[in-house]
């Protein structure tokens, strides 16, 4: 019992004083200081701001403390932090040049690569964000058909410009007056949104499962799916897959190629080149003009490290079955999640594939259970998020998931507590 109380006590006192320092220092000269999906300012005070390392499955913060990682930078880190291969694959490309004049030879290269990857690619462009992806697919779109009309899912998540941003701070209507909604998994309301839109809709864009941001996730349904291919078939519109958060974390390959649904334009980001800066739009012939007719471009799109970076990712991901390891070992998380929760008496929901997880507690208003578990997984070393779902990376260990289950467990034992407490 003493050496528990001795660990716990060491876990509680987690070095912050150089992430204290520089929040002192950005709060002077970062607006809020800081801003967007990492800011850590909503989260718990056991959350650093401020990271140093990583390696493996694993990551370091500026004060030197350790913690398993289960949110993988929210999605780009899909082999694991300083994977040897892109590693050396960016460093070799960046010696020879990065940005330049004009493109290198690896932006064919790996344009050429997706096209024999991805099933209904014919082409491939390349920008830096998620949001430029999405935004150039309604691009595409709109030039395509000539079509003003966008649909997306309501509540769903796809980027932060002014048409798509979830805060709404200096939007105008004007920024949105081209959206029309429809409920995820909702036949009916699509046809029903499609009717709205009437001649003028332009694209549908859809994630492949529903992954709103504080909400249990929810898989598609196929014939979802497949009722949106044959609407936008019927319609003459573009079905826009946003496989930014997703894409080669649950195939290697359009994420709806296993349910036998293809998009016409997708847009990618995140894990496309573990890390390193990049996103792409890949589509099919029929729109390779419209892509064509588009001016899109940004001073950074055409760098090549991050391109060799990717095209040495989707080798990795091929040669090491890396999409297999991360669900055994998300599956064999579950598993022990599951046991645990049940063990100490608490009803969660541990939603969506088992690469892509996320927890939640029954009646758990307005996070306040998954708050003190998240916090206290976090003393005890694991970095996850109370309202955001996890990501697993092939780096994963044995090692790694045992120390993982051993931080969820004591983030129940806070979590039990706190709910006993309130009884």
Not at 364 to 388: I, K, Q, S, V
Request: with cysteine; proline share 5%.
């Amino acid at each position: 019992m003493t050496d528990q109380l001795t660990a716990t006590a060491a876990r509680d006192s987690r070095r912050r004083s150089m992430d204290d320092q520089l929040r002192r220092r950005a709060s002077s000269v970062i607006p809020g200081g800081m801003y967007g999906h990492q800011s850590a300012g909503p989260l718990p005070p056991e959350y650093p701001q401020f990271m140093r390392s990583g390696r493996g499955a694993r990551i370091w913060d500026v004060d030197g403390n350790e913690y398993i990682d289960l949110m993988c930078s929210y999605g780009p880190v899909v082999l694991g932090h300083r994977h040897p291969a892109v590693e050396r694959a960016a460093a070799a490309q960046a010696e020879l040049a990065d940005c330049q004049n004009g493109p290198g030879a690896v932006m064919v290269e790996l344009a050429e690569l997706l096209v024999g990857t991805v099933q209904h690619a014919d082409w491939a462009m390349f920008a830096k964000n998620g949001t430029d992806a999405t935004t150039i697919c309604c691009t595409i779109a709109r030039a395509h058909t000539g079509r003003q009309k966008i649909l997306v899912a309501a509540g769903a998540y796809h980027g932060a410009a002014p048409w798509c941003t979830p805060r709404l701070a200096g939007v105008t209507e004007a920024d949105r007056a081209n959206l029309g909604h429809y409920t995820f998994n909702d036949l009916a309301s699509v046809r029903a949104a499609v009717t709205a839109a009437g001649p003028d809709l332009a694209g549908i864009v859809v994630s492949p499962f529903k992954h709103d941001a504080g909400f249990d996730q929810e898989l598609v349904d196929p014939a979802f799916a497949r009722g949106l291919r044959e609407l936008c078939t019927a319609a003459g519109a573009a079905l826009i897959l946003d496989d930014v958060r997703c894409g080669f974390r649950l195939h290697l390959g359009s994420s709806w190629e296993p349910i036998g649904v293809l998009p016409d334009l997708s847009a990618w980001s995140k894990a496309i080149a573990n890390g390193h800066p990049l996103a792409a739009v890949l589509g099919s012939g029929a729109f390779a003009d419209a892509a064509a007719s588009i001016f899109v471009t940004g001073s950074f799109w055409f760098s090549a490290a991050a391109m060799a970076a990717a095209i040495a990712t989707i080798g990795a991901l091929r040669d090491e079955d890396a999409i297999a390891v991360m669900d055994h070992m998300g599956t064999r998380l579950r598993a022990g999640i599951l046991d645990q929760a049940a063990a100490r008496g608490l009803e969660i929901r541990y939603t969506g594939p088992p690469a892509m997880p996320y927890l939640t507690f029954a009646g758990d208003h307005g996070h306040e259970l998954g708050t003190t578990f998240a916090a206290a997984a976090m003393r005890a070393g694991a970095y996850l998020h109370p309202r955001h779902n996890w990501f697993i990376s092939a780096a994963m260990t044995e090692a790694d998931l045992a120390a993982a289950l051993t931080a969820t467990d004591e983030g129940f034992a806070a979590a039990a507590n706190r709910l006993a407490a309130s009884t």
